[in-house]
């Protein structure tokens, strides 16, 4: 470069990417319906955390570059809806799950009712998604779960996936690079 002359580089600009992902507390229209009336369970949200960089601050939403992905399952039940999350990023990599589990059942109306996944629809989700890494989370934090970690942990053993699974206990951090 001849002397005097500058050159400005345009460097990555980090960014986080937050997407809304589809969660429910109860499965069928029916039930959904009467919760429109009773309230016993409220809305829920999961969320895709996508962490990466932009070419340059001025690029669009299409130049993004994901390093790194988490999805956050929010307190749902295995619904059909899900099935529309996995295809939305089928081919990318999804690294982190963190799952919300316990088996909540209401007992009424009769018979009761599952509003949270429990060890068996956890393992089915892990199954769908497929993350490199899972952690629960949640399925202890009210007497009214159904569905005890030992559960799941028994679960994934059985389905030969524990290595897919990592369990924190409260206070406990997991670290990602």
């Not at 369970?41 to 390093?67: K, R």
């Not at 939305?88 to 982190?96: E, S």
């Amino acid at each position: 470069m001849p002397d005097l002359r500058s050159h400005v580089q345009t460097l990555k600009t980090p960014a986080l990417k937050v997407t809304a992902m589809p969660a429910k507390h109860v499965s069928s229209q029916l039930a959904a319906s009467l919760n429109f009336f009773v309230q016993a369970a409220p809305p829920v949200t999961g969320w895709m955390l996508e962490l990466g960089y932009f070419p340059h601050p001025s690029a669009i939403n299409d130049a993004f570059d994901c390093e790194y992905r988490i999805y956050i399952t929010g307190d749902t039940l295995l619904v059909d809806e899900l099935e529309e999350m996995r295809a939305r990023y089928a081919g990318k990599r999804i690294d982190l799950m963190i799952m919300h589990l316990g088996g909540t059942i209401l007992p009424e109306p009769h018979p009761p009712s599952l509003v949270s996944m429990d060890a068996s629809q956890g393992l089915q989700l892990l199954q769908l998604i497929r993350p490199d890494i899972t952690i629960p989370i949640h399925y202890d934090d009210y007497d009214i779960f159904k569905s005890p970690l030992k559960e799941f942990k028994d679960t994934v053993k059985n389905a030969g996936l524990e290595a897919k699974v990592v369990y924190l206990e409260r206070g406990e951090e997991y670290g990602f690079k």
